[in-house]
């Protein structure tokens, strides 16, 4: 690095000084703290995404968004150049970087990183940064550091996307990369319906008064074939007694919502719309019936099989067989049993994955069509670039000999899909498009989709232990290696209970245990969960939850 670089690293980092007594850690979701802890770490990011722009010779994305937290709260995290999350790689970096104590330490690091990384500073291309935001209003003064971050780098430029949603940042990357104009979202890739299969065509959407809700109310005039109210979305407070987070955990309606829109479909984004869950309002109650992440991934694995199980189908005859597609789906131990049976029952492979969308997206990208979910409502659908070629080539000989067949039209239909969905990260928008999409295929109400499968009774518990790493697991986590003894433990517990399945993991964020239990019925369930957290306080000696 030579001399003027440093001179210029020294000088505005000195004016982003770090908050005493805060440490940072960088994990799925970034970086996340109260927001007026952030200027120094989203500066400090700033200069990072302008080094892996330069690396990696393409544009990388910023995304200002603390997602489903408090709105007091903000976070930062990187769009790499595939649209996806930062390489695992960075992420020690990214974690001394942000919490180095001063800023001559902080341009020693970076020297250090820069020559053990081969980055050349001098002659490089000038790195490229996309910037975005949620609707939090400490949005735009953090926006701003992140820039002077960028901009300390020789060269370097930031395009300020305004406020978006995380999933559109992502995309944007993507696309960018890949010379494709960058636009907000998919809408040239929205199908349109027939309402004559449709039964019933409104849908009611919490948008958590947060950037995806105000994003879908400009959209909805463009879906002429479904009708959708959107509430909340931004004349309340951001994430307060609403959104997918809020409902998948309270299983309650949300703000705005009650007993005069039972039997309507309705569904709820989380506050930077990388999330998705729907509901059905309980008659006379303010309670509802919850479909979530698990059975959205259930959804599309069944269309997505049906669709295969035409293009492969007895009309296929001589013609191009010649690429058998892999399916897989991709699931963490959070994942309802019930789910897990459905799907194996339909024929589709299942694979566990420790817990965390980065390892989950990583395992379905192995497939030619992988869908990975969390429960929560986070996930998406990826394609292959071998089987989207080989469906483009079927596309035209298809054209040519039967256009209009089921088998043709099987064709066009998962290459919709591979257009809708948002390939790079989950997107509550194209996932509710898609969802809208395949139940009008089907004809299914909410209620129908419902009844896939009923949900095994689960609890989640945790336990506070003086060393989380104390606890070692593998094979997804769902078996314990460390310490000795307590796997055997668990298991004779869970044999007591019919369909009963649980499992212990240490917290990625604190000195906890969390234990999940699953049974026939809830009470075996909260039992089954209880029976565990004594044995982990047995064999890990601490004491209270």
């Known amino acids: 690095m030579n001399q003027q670089q440093q001179s210029i690293l020294l000088k505005s980092s000195s004016r982003f000084p770090l908050p005493p007594g805060v440490k940072f850690s960088y994990g799925t979701s970034g970086f996340r703290a109260e927001a007026s802890l952030l200027e120094s770490t989203v500066f400090r990011v700033g200069i990072l995404a302008a080094l892996r722009s330069i690396q990696t010779g393409s544009v990388i994305g910023l995304m200002i968004t603390a997602s489903h937290n408090e709105v007091s709260d903000n976070g930062i995290k990187v769009a790499d150049p595939s649209g996806g999350m ?37 002659g490089a291309p000038a790195a490229e940064v996309l910037l975005g935001r949620d609707t939090r209003p400490s949005g735009m003064s953090l ?39 960058a636009s907000e979202c998919l809408l040239g890739y929205i199908p349109q319906g027939n309402s004559n299969n449709y039964m019933n065509d409104k849908l009611i959407v919490d948008g958590a008064d947060g950037v995806g809700g105000q994003k879908l109310e400009k959209l909805k005039s463009r879906l002429s074939y479904l009708t959708i109210d959107v509430r909340n979305y931004g004349d ?48 006379n109650s303010n309670k509802i019936d919850l479909v979530d992440g698990d059975k959205i991934l259930s959804l599309f694995a069944l269309f997505i099989k049906e669709q295969l199980g035409i293009l492969y189908g007895p009309e296929d005859g001589k013609l191009n067989k010649s690429y058998q597609a892999s399916l897989g789906v991709v ?43 969390e429960a929560n409502g986070h996930g998406t ?15 035209n000989e298809l054209l040519s000999i039967s256009k209009g067949s089921n088998q043709h039209n099987a064709v066009l239909r998962l290459l919709a899909v591979s257009k809708l969905i948002n390939q790079a990260v989950g997107d509550t928008l ?15 109400s909410i209620h129908k ?60 964020t604190e000195d906890v245990v969390r234990v999940y239990a699953e049974a026939l019925t809830q009470e075996a369930a909260d039992n089954l969960a209880h029976s565990v957290v004594m044995l982990v306080d047995k064999y890990l000696g601490f004491s209270s939850r």
């Not at 390489?87 to 020693?108: C, G, I, K, M």
């Not at 799907?343 to 390892?359: A, D, I, N």
Request: aromatic share 8%; proline share 4%; with cysteine.
């Open 86 to 122: 930062l390489t695992q790689r960075w992420e020690p970096f990214a974690d001394a970087f942000a919490n180095a104590p001063n800023h001559h330490s902080l341009v020693q690091l970076l020297d250090d990183f820069v020559k053990k990384e081969n980055i050349t500073l001098e």
């Open 143 to 181: 926006v701003e550091a992140a820039k002077q971050g960028i901009l300390s780098i020789i060269g370097a430029s930031a395009t300020d996307m305004g406020v978006v949603t995380t999933p559109q940042l992502h995309w944007m990357v993507r696309v960018k990369n890949k010379g494709i104009e």
């Open 236 to 283: 309340g407070v951001l994430n307060e007694g609403v959104g997918a987070d809020y409902v998948q955990k309270e299983k309650v309606v949300p703000r705005g919502f009650g007993p005069a829109d039972a039997g309507i479909r309705c569904a709820s984004l989380d506050g930077d719309a990388d999330r998705l869950v729907y509901f059905s309002v309980v008659p």
């Open 331 to 373: 699931q963490t131990a959070y994942a309802n049993g019930a789910s897990t049976d459905y799907l194996k029952q339909l024929g589709v492979e299942v694979v566990l994955t420790p817990t965390g969308v980065k390892y989950m997206h990583e395992k379905a990208a192995e497939f030619d069509i992988g869908i990975y979910f």
């Open 381 to 395: 659908i990826l394609f292959s670039n071998n089987f989207l070629s080989w469906l483009e080539i079927r596309n």
């Open 430 to 444: 194209s996932g509710l498009l898609l969802v809208e999409a395949i139940l009008q295929h089907l004809g299914w």
């Open 449 to 508: 989709w419902n009844e896939l499968y009923q949900d095994l009774p689960s609890r989640q518990l945790k336990v506070k232990v003086v060393d989380r790493t104390a606890v070692v697991t593998e094979n997804a986590e769902t078996v314990v290696v460390r310490p000795v003894g307590i796997q055997e433990s668990i298991d004779a517990e869970t044999a007591k209970y019919p369909r009963g399945r649980c499992f212990i993991r240490p917290s990625g």
